[in-house]
């Protein structure tokens, strides 16, 4: 009971706070932010990859402490990838058509801070195109959507903790993990607080907001714990879910929104920079 109730707070520190930091950090929103949240992510993804590469799935294909359970990992990994893919495929055709403005001259790229919080589009409500509702409600529908997201994502966790039920703090892959995931619901953070503050909800109310939009990630750890310490297969899987999950995150999110936030080989050497620290954390 007390390694769940662990689980809870760790999840807690993630998923809200993650969330609830970047709403904080949209309050203060900044133009000239891009090139340090490029940074950020990049530094994420290269730790989760390390995470998921050097602990998940070394884990996952040694289980039982003995065979290489290839296949079976090959087809969580897969599933963990397609599930997450179909998730943010469902939350871009959720959000991006709130905002009719977007045309061939208005790319749907989040090559600036400012295009992935759609907050460059306060200007176009407040000059009388479009009201402010809309931004209003592309704010809810993205809390909704990041919240169902955040599911997933807490499973990863549990998953990378079931191997240590019972030393949950000596889990170092697990304490990696639940830290990048925090850093990563930072700009999902920032995406849902934008449009609800340029909506005209209190900074306050956004944050609080912003913040109950991971709340599901502890739903999601818990789970993934309780699933990956049924049995030695069920472990299998739930570790290659959720490192089929964080592979799709990595690749498909973190590294092409940081590239094209900036240009710059600076993002690759930080992402590299991060596989190491990872290494250096999870075998030290």
Request: glycine share 10%; charged share 10%; proline share 4%.
């Amino acid at each position: 009971m007390n390694s769940i109730w662990l689980l809870v707070g760790i999840t807690a520190l993630a998923g809200v706070g993650g969330t609830g930091m970047g709403g904080v950090i949209a309050c203060m929103f900044r133009k000239d932010s891009d090139k340090t949240v490029s940074l950020l992510l990049s530094f994420a993804a290269g730790v989760m990859t390390a995470v998921v590469c050097f602990d998940l799935l070394t884990e996952a294909l040694h289980a039982d402490g003995e065979t290489a359970a290839v296949w079976p990992v090959a087809f969580g990994v897969i599933v963990g990838f397609v599930v997450i893919a179909l998730l943010n495929a469902w939350i871009d055709k959720s959000t991006n058509h709130e905002v009719a403005h977007i045309d061939a001259n208005h790319p749907r790229t989040a090559d600036s801070l400012e295009e992935l919080t759609h907050a460059n589009h306060l200007q176009e409500h407040m000059t009388g195109r479009q009201p402010r509702s809309g931004l209003f409600l592309a704010g809810l529908v993205m809390a909704a959507a990041i919240a169902l997201h955040n599911v997933p994502e807490g499973m990863v966790i549990g998953a990378s903790f079931a191997s240590t039920a019972d030393q949950i703090l000596d889990n170092r892959g697990g304490l990696i993990m639940a830290v990048v995931i925090g850093l990563h619901n930072i700009p999902e953070g920032m995406a849902v607080a934008v449009p609800l503050i340029s909506g005209g909800m209190s900074k306050v109310r956004s944050v609080g907001v912003t913040a109950l939009s991971g709340a599901p990630t502890i739903l999601g750890a818990v789970l993934g714990f309780l699933i990956g310490t049924i049995s030695p297969t069920a472990l299998v899987l739930s570790l290659s879910f959720a490192s089929g999950a964080m592979l799709y995150v990595v690749f498909g999110e973190l590294l092409p929104e940081s590239i094209l936030m900036w240009k710059s080989k600076l993002p690759a050497a930080l992402a590299v920079l991060g596989m190491l620290t990872g290494l250096i954390i999870i075998y030290l």
